[in-house]
């Protein structure tokens, strides 16, 4: 069982708004702002999209917003576009671990 | 720029270790960090461990205490990992990936390694 929890799937059309949620506890989400996001597509490697909960790399698109509140941090993709179909998977920093990913959600474009 | 380049896909019987490579290029490979994580297939990501270049200091999973070793060679810029005694659950795609000092997120990452154990 993953530490952090993520929906096994959402589902968008293209130009609408979606948003991944990631729970996790008091012991990583809730104790650091070290959130980070990857977009994964089949046999690829991840890519960073989101850092410090709501950092973007350079180059990656202003479509992709991140946010937290308590233990629950989210990642927003608006403008649906057919490319965002991908895994997505939240890490996090942990007292414990250190290190916790998420169990993925797959994202489709309807 | 910034990459990391794994060695290619490893196929090996239960018992046995395997030695995956990351050649990194574009950064000063011992500022960094370099972590592993793992991919089961059809799974999500595991964090594995990491290695401080400069100190060879390395954090490892829980799971994998005792079974695996980190290391580094800075002359030629590459980081290894070496799982032992391995089983069939440890059939995965093995990832490296870089941390920036003072930073906790994971970029670049290496193309992957597959392992495959099998009998």
């Known amino acids: 069982q993953s530490a952090l929890t993520q929906p096994a799937s959402v589902s968008g059309s293209p130009g609408q708004s979606i948003t991944i949620s990631c729970t996790g506890t008091?012991?990583?989400?809730?104790?650091?702002?070290?959130v980070s996001w990857y977009q994964q597509h089949p046999g690829k490697a991840p890519k960073l999209m989101i850092y410090?909960?709501?950092n973007r790399p350079s180059g990656v698109s202003n479509r992709f917003s991140g946010s937290k509140s308590g233990t629950t941090a989210s990642l927003t993709i608006s403008g649906l576009q057919a490319e965002d179909e991908a895994d997505y998977y939240c890490?996090?920093?942990?007292?414990?671990?250190?290190?916790?990913f998420g169990g993925g959600t797959k994202l489709t474009v309807l | 720029q910034v990459q990391l380049v794994q060695s290619e896909a490893e196929v090996k019987r239960p018992g046995a270790s395997v030695k995956v490579s990351c050649r990194a290029s574009?950064?000063?490979?011992?500022?960094?960090?370099i972590h592993w994580v793992r991919q089961a297939p059809g799974k999500g990501l595991e964090w594995v461990g990491r290695?401080?270049?400069?100190?060879?200091?390395?954090n490892y999973a829980q799971k994998f205490q005792g079974r695996m070793i980190l290391t580094s060679d800075t002359s030629i810029n590459t980081a290894y990992m070496e799982l032992r005694r391995l089983r069939s659950d440890d059939t995965a795609t093995y990832y490296c990936?870089?941390?920036?000092?003072?930073?906790?997120?994971?970029?670049?990452w290496g193309q992957g390694t597959p392992v495959t154990v099998s009998s």
């Open positions: 990936a870089r941390v920036t000092v003072g930073t906790t997120c994971f970029d670049p």
């Open positions: 574009g950064y000063s490979f011992t500022d960094d960090y």
């Open positions: 290695i401080n270049h400069k100190s060879g200091g390395t």
């Open positions: 008091s012991s990583d989400i809730g104790a650091f702002n070290y």
């Open positions: 410090d909960v709501s």
């Open positions: 890490s996090s920093y942990t007292i414990t671990s250190p290190w916790v």
